[in-house]
């Protein structure tokens, strides 16, 4: 059995909302490469081809997903000087690729390398607990709730966070990896597919806009927790205050 190296390097996007579905797609790349290996022959012709692979993005951004526990078989070597093939990622590659409105920018890259993948990343998951948060001042302020930021939820634990609410973003993204109720407000103009976590059972999107607070209600009563329940009730409270 000869010995070869399959030697890949994997430019990322600078966004770290769009860091998210690309991560998955490389996790997937990276994860299932043997079974990828094994169904193209080469081990049968006496070619044992191993995985040798660069991430191209911001020191700080990698640490992010070590941080939150991305799962990988098998780490990135610090760089390739000569890579068998690269994988662009970023943000000039996707503006550039004919998608359509219907698919998820996790689709978009899985077609880029081929392979099928999940929108979300595999990393350490949290047990939820009572308290909700925002991630946006203003709405924390209409809503009498906390705000968090990125970085506490990079390091939170079990029990500390009972739901996120706020603007589309790196964070909702991360909420929901981590298994958090997230309750997500859309960006005006952006497709409802783009960058959606539906098969996390426990999101729900919504529209920004003059009728937020009962979208965020009814968001809220539908994830049937008792701390979701809990905090709809007082947005029904507000909104009789302010009639």
Same mark, same amino acid.
């Given at each position: 059995?000869?010995?070869?190296?399959?030697?890949?390097?994997?430019?990322?996007?600078?966004?770290?909302?769009?860091?998210?579905?690309?991560?998955?797609?490389?996790?997937?790349?990276?994860? #299932?490469? &043997? @079974?990828? /290996?094994?169904? %193209?022959?080469? !081990?049968?012709?006496?070619?044992?081809?191993?995985?040798?692979?660069? +991430?191209?993005?911001?020191?700080?951004?990698?640490?992010?997903?070590?941080?939150?526990?991305?799962?990988?078989?098998?780490?990135?070597?610090?760089?390739?000087? #000569?890579? &068998? @093939?690269? /994988?662009?990622? %970023?943000?000039? !590659?996707?503006?550039?690729?004919?998608?359509?409105?219907?698919?998820? +920018?996790?689709?978009?890259?899985?077609?880029?390398?081929?392979?099928?993948?999940?929108?979300?990343?595999?990393?350490?998951?949290?047990?939820?607990?009572?308290?909700?948060?925002?991630?946006?001042?203003?709405?924390?302020?209409?809503?009498?709730?906390?705000?968090?930021?990125?970085?506490?939820?990079?390091?939170?634990?079990?029990?500390?966070?009972?739901?996120?609410?706020?603007?589309?973003?790196?964070?909702?993204?991360?909420?929901?990896?981590?298994?958090?109720?997230?309750?997500?407000?859309?960006?005006?103009?952006?497709?409802?597919?783009?960058?959606?976590?539906?098969?996390?059972?426990?999101?729900?999107?919504?529209?920004?806009?003059?009728?937020?607070?009962?979208?965020?209600?009814?968001?809220?009563?539908?994830?049937?927790?008792?701390?979701?329940?809990?905090?709809?009730?007082?947005?029904?409270?507000?909104?009789?205050?302010?009639?």
């Amino acid at each position: 059995m000869r010995d070869a190296k399959d030697k890949v390097r994997f430019l990322m996007p600078l966004s770290r909302e769009l860091q998210f579905p690309a991560m998955a797609v490389l996790q997937t790349y990276v994860n #299932e490469y &043997d @079974a990828k /290996v094994y169904f %193209t022959g080469m !081990r049968a012709m006496g070619i044992n081809l191993n995985l040798e692979y660069s +991430v191209i993005m911001p020191e700080e951004d990698w640490q992010l997903f070590q941080d939150i526990g991305l799962e990988l078989k098998q780490q990135p070597v610090h760089s390739i000087a #000569e890579a &068998d @093939a690269e /994988v662009d990622l %970023t943000e000039d !590659r996707l503006a550039s690729y004919q998608w359509r409105t219907d698919q998820h +920018v996790a689709q978009i890259y899985g077609q880029m390398i081929g392979v099928e993948t999940k929108v979300l990343p595999k990393i350490r998951q949290l047990q939820p607990g009572q308290q909700w948060f925002t991630v946006d001042g203003e709405i924390a302020v209409g809503l009498g709730l906390p705000e968090i930021d990125g970085d506490t939820l990079v390091r939170a634990v079990d029990g500390q966070i009972g739901g996120i609410i706020g603007w589309a973003s790196w964070v909702t993204y991360l909420a929901c990896a981590q298994g958090l109720p997230v309750i997500e407000i859309k960006p005006s103009g952006r497709s409802p597919n783009y960058l959606s976590k539906w098969s996390h059972k426990q999101y729900r999107m919504i529209d920004g806009g003059s009728s937020l607070m009962p979208q965020l209600q009814s968001a809220l009563l539908d994830l049937e927790t008792p701390c979701s329940t809990a905090v709809a009730e007082a947005i029904t409270g507000r909104m009789q205050m302010a009639r």
